[in-house]
């Protein structure tokens, strides 16, 4: 298997749970994951080629020794807590029962106790988070790496929306403590991770603050979460929108007349172009609010023609 063509396959139980990694620990972890095939019925002892992590992750590791030391040390000892809060139950594993580091190759056995979270997902009907290794590892920022696998649940979901409660967000990023003034949190992480997040892979989405007797933030609505180059629902509505718009008159000030639409084009800065029916010509609207008060002001026109007659 290519390390190119690797793709995490997780269960949403694990992407939901309370991670204590850091930014490398979490790559590797990521990585190690990606090792697993969908097709596995239990776990297998994986090599990891230190340089192939920093290569993918553009990170040095010109002491591969001391870097893999420092990495196993840290890593042998994180566990994932599993809760059931109706049953009040908790169960708590360790990730790893060897880790070995050789010659460049970190080998690990993964805890056979945690095989539900990554084997027969698809067999066992688990819901699962899935996406491109390569695209995980152009993140540089440990809560961007989370925030992007919170929402790839939803990317090609019906349920392309998700709220999270600021108290239960915090928690999953591991700052309970930090950031406690809501401005700074929006400034430090919503707002970063979203620009960093959107720069380096293709997930898109919006994100809002939900307040409480409309001041205190209390949760934070992601909303339209999907691939670019894929459209959102709202998206799709307003492609719909415009193609019916086709065939409609519209008042161009440009010209200061009245024109039958052929076509209706958004363009990247947000404009519109309006394509006349009759020879092609091309008029731009600044916005959607606009072409929608042309067209009205077409239809009022109409109105008012008809009644005189």
Do not use: C
């Not at 700052?175 to 620009?195: C, G, P, V």
């Not at 076509?263 to 519109?272: A, C, I, L, M, P």
């Not at 077409?298 to 009644?307: E, I, W």
């Amino acid at each position: 298997m290519k390390t190119k063509n690797l793709k995490v396959f997780q269960a949403n139980t694990y992407t939901m749970s309370k991670q204590r990694f850091n930014l490398n620990e979490k790559r590797v972890m990521q990585f190690i994951i990606a090792k697993i095939k969908p097709t596995d019925t239990e776990f297998k002892r994986y090599e990891i080629p230190i340089a192939e992590i920093a290569d993918m992750a553009n990170i040095s590791t010109k002491n591969m020794y001391s870097f893999a030391k420092t990495l196993m040390v840290d890593m042998i000892t994180k566990f994932i807590l599993l809760q059931d809060e109706e049953q009040q139950k908790l169960k708590a594993f360790t990730y790893f029962t060897d880790l070995e580091y050789q010659s460049g190759i970190l080998t690990v056995e993964l805890n056979r106790n945690i095989h539900q979270l990554f084997l027969q997902l698809r067999a066992t009907k688990t819901a699962f988070t899935a996406y491109e290794l390569t695209e995980f590892m152009t993140l540089s920022s440990n809560h961007a790496q989370r925030i992007y696998e919170l929402l790839k649940q939803y990317s090609k979901s019906r349920q392309r929306e998700r709220t999270i409660e600021l108290v239960e967000l915090r928690d999953l990023l591991d700052i309970s403590d930090k950031y406690k003034l809501y401005a700074d949190f929006r400034k430090r992480i919503l707002e970063y991770t979203h620009q960093h997040i959107e720069e380096n892979t293709a997930l898109r989405y919006k994100w809002k603050g939900i307040t409480k007797r409309g001041r205190k933030v209390v949760a934070i609505k992601f909303y339209e979460i999907h691939e670019a180059g894929k459209e959102s629902p709202s998206e799709l509505q307003e492609q719909a929108m415009l193609e019916n718009y086709s065939k409609q008159e519209i008042y161009v000030p440009e010209i200061n007349n009245f024109i039958i639409i052929k076509k209706v084009e958004k363009n990247k800065d947000g404009s519109y172009t309006v394509l006349d029916n009759f020879d092609g010509t091309a008029y731009t609207f600044e916005s959607l609010k606009l072409l929608q008060e042309m067209i009205a002001k077409a239809v009022a026109q109409n109105l008012f023609t008809q009644s005189e007659d």
